[in-house]
Each structure stands twice: as structure tokens, then as C-alpha cells.
């Protein structure tokens, strides 16, 4: 469980941590099970690195509009390229 262990904080609490991207290609997954799941977790972690969210398979339409209307600082990606360039720009504000 991320977080959960003594030894390691998680990654928003970790100093050398700067962004997270996250890259989901899943094919019969549901994407809006996993955005509801990304969603949960930045409110539980109480995320404070930028967070980019690359989403592809079903419901992807469904998943961009819970990330988008989460009211969570999470930035949407259309492709790992893009998602790579907006977690560099993210860091790169700091």
C-alpha cells in the first residue's frame, strides 16, 4: 500500500519526489474505475506534486471527465509524449 510503510513516505510527502505521471493503457480495464481510484488516493495522500494522468482504453471519455471535474490539481494527458512534456513543465514552474 502506498504510504502505509514506515520506511517510506509517500511520494507526495517524499522530498525528492517533484511529479507524478501516471501512464494507463487498459485495454478491457475500465479507465473510469481507475480514475475513481487515482481520485480517492490523491484525497487520502493528500497529494501536493503535480500529478499528470494518461488514460487509454474504456470509458476513457467517462475517466477525463472525473479527473477533470475531481476539483483535484491533476493535469490530463492525450498521449505518454505529451504527458512526459506536461510532468517536465510541471516541475520546471517549481
Known amino acids: 500500500m502506498c504510504g502505509k510503510s514506515k520506511d517510506h513516505p509517500p511520494p507526495s510527502r517524499s522530498s525528492k519526489v517533484e511529479a ?5 493503457f487498459g485495454g478491457i480495464v475500465n479507465c473510469a474505475i481507475i480514475a475513481n481510484g487515482i481520485t480517492k488516493a490523491c484525497r487520502e495522500l493528500e497529494l501536493k506534486v503535480p500529478l499528470v494522468v494518461r488514460l487509454e482504453g474504456t470509458n476513457v471519455q467517462e475517466a477525463q471527465n472525473i479527473l477533470k471535474n475531481s476539483g483535484l490539481p491533476i493535469t490530463s494527458a492525450v498521449d505518454l ?7 517536465v513543465a510541471s516541475v520546471a514552474k517549481k
Open 20 to 24: 507524478i505521471l501516471v501512464n494507463i
Open 81 to 87: 509524449e505529451d504527458a512526459a512534456k506536461k510532468a
